[in-house]
C-alpha cells in the first residue's frame, strides 16, 4: 500500500519562503506523476503543480514563477519550494502521486498559514 507523507508546512509571514516535501513508501517503482493540491479556507482546489516521471514539470497560475517543484526518484519524494508568500496561499496541501497503471494516492495534507 503506498503511503505518503508530507513536512514542512507551518506559519510563514508573507514575502517568506517555504518548502514542502512528500515522501511515498510502498511501492518498487516510480510513479509517473507526483504532485500538490491546495484546499483554501474556503474549501476551493486548487492545482499547486505537477512533475513527471521525466522532470517536465507544470504549474497553476496562481503559484507560477513563485514556485518550484522536484523530485527525487530513488527516495520518491517530491519537493514544492515556495517563494514570495502570499495571505492567499493559505491553505492545506495534499501532496498526490500515480502511479503506472494511474492509480492516484492522497497525503493527509500539511497547513500552510500566511500571515502577518
Known amino acids: 500500500q503506498v503511503q505518503l507523507v508530507e513536512s514542512g508546512g507551518g506559519l510563514v509571514q508573507p514575502g517568506e519562503s517555504l518548502r514542502l516535501s512528500c515522501a511515498a513508501s510502498?511501492?518498487?517503482?516510480?510513479?509517473?506523476?507526483m504532485g500538490w493540491y491546495r484546499q483554501t479556507p474556503r474549501k476551493e482546489r486548487e492545482v499547486v503543480a505537477v512533475i513527471t516521471s521525466i522532470g517536465i514539470p507544470n504549474y497553476g497560475d496562481s503559484v507560477k514563477g513563485r514556485s518550484t517543484i522536484s523530485r527525487d526518484i530513488p527516495k520518491n519524494t517530491v519537493y514544492l519550494q515556495m517563494n514570495s508568500l502570499k495571505l492567499e496561499d493559505t491553505a492545506v496541501y495534499y501532496c498526490?502521486?500515480?502511479?503506472?497503471?494511474?492509480?492516484?494516492?492522497w497525503g493527509q495534507g500539511t497547513q500552510v498559514t500566511v500571515s502577518s
Open positions: 510502498g511501492s518498487r517503482f516510480s510513479f509517473n506523476y
Open positions: 498526490y502521486v500515480v502511479d503506472l497503471v494511474a492509480n492516484t494516492y
